[in-house]
């Protein structure tokens, strides 16, 4: 079955604790991505990978980091989480053919708190 | 910047009635749209998705949205909601980049559909 599987689900942590929240597709899909969804805010983009070792900023990055060593993983990582990065969280990807996306296939989410 | 605007926040219908989201998307050459639908504690789920061709596109669950590129305008319809409907919708937009890599989806800000019995 065609999916992205984000671990954990569920996450609170304390403020300054790192943490990575794992994103792991089956579709051997080129591009990936992480968003934030916040209310009234929709869906933000933080960071987008075009292919393995190929990362690049989206709306949102700072205070994450991501890494694109393997085509099917693009874990997130907190280094140094603040309360303001409480919010829920959801792996996408893609097709993503050169100069175009196709549909988006997104994750279960993991809503973090920081505390 | 590119954006996409979801005008109505939250919906309210009764069951039966018929539905019709806005959205609009700001100027960025060639796009693909896409409706997305989160229904309570899930991940979204694509509803619909236009790329090119008719510009009346069909999806599941009885939605369908018609793309408007004079009015830069996707916009999804329902004749007749059910109260499984309830849920979120997001509208997104992926603005083809002129450097020929793949560009990002942006998404409107969502409208919540409460559907009554």
Redesign the interface.
């Known amino acids: 079955e065609a999916q992205v599987t984000q671990n954990p689900r569920y996450l609170i942590t304390v403020t300054g604790k790192k943490l990575t929240v794992t994103c792991s597709q089956n579709m051997n899909h080129?591009?990936m991505?992480w968003?934030r969804q916040d209310p009234?805010?929709?869906?933000?983009?933080i960071y987008?990978s075009?292919n393995v070792e190929v990362t690049d900023k989206?709306d949102v990055p700072e205070g994450y980091k991501v890494s694109r060593k393997e085509k099917r993983n693009f874990p997130l990582i907190l280094e140094s989480p603040s309360p303001n990065q409480t919010s829920l969280y959801?792996c996408?990807s893609s097709l993503?053919?050169?100069?175009?996306?196709?549909?988006?296939f997104?994750?279960?989410?993991t809503r973090l708190t920081v505390v | 910047a590119q954006s996409v605007s979801q005008h109505n926040h939250h919906v309210i219908l009764s069951e039966a009635a018929s539905l019709e989201l806005g959205c609009n998307y700001s100027y960025g050459g060639t796009v693909n749209l896409f409706w997305y639908v989160q229904y309570p504690g899930q991940h979204l789920q694509l509803l619909l998705k236009y790329f090119s061709g008719d510009p009346l596109v069909k999806g599941i669950k009885g939605f369908e949205a018609e793309f408007i590129k004079s009015k830069f305008s996707f916009n999804l319809r329902k004749p007749s909601v059910q109260w499984s409907d309830t849920a979120e919708y997001f509208c997104a937009v992926n603005y083809h980049g002129n450097s020929g890599t793949a560009s990002k989806l942006t998404f409107g800000t969502g409208t919540r559909l409460q559907v009554t019995l």
């Open positions: 080129e591009y991505s968003y009234g805010l929709g869906l933000r983009q987008y075009m989206g959801f996408a993503g053919p050169r100069g175009a996306l196709t549909e988006a997104f994750g279960q989410g």
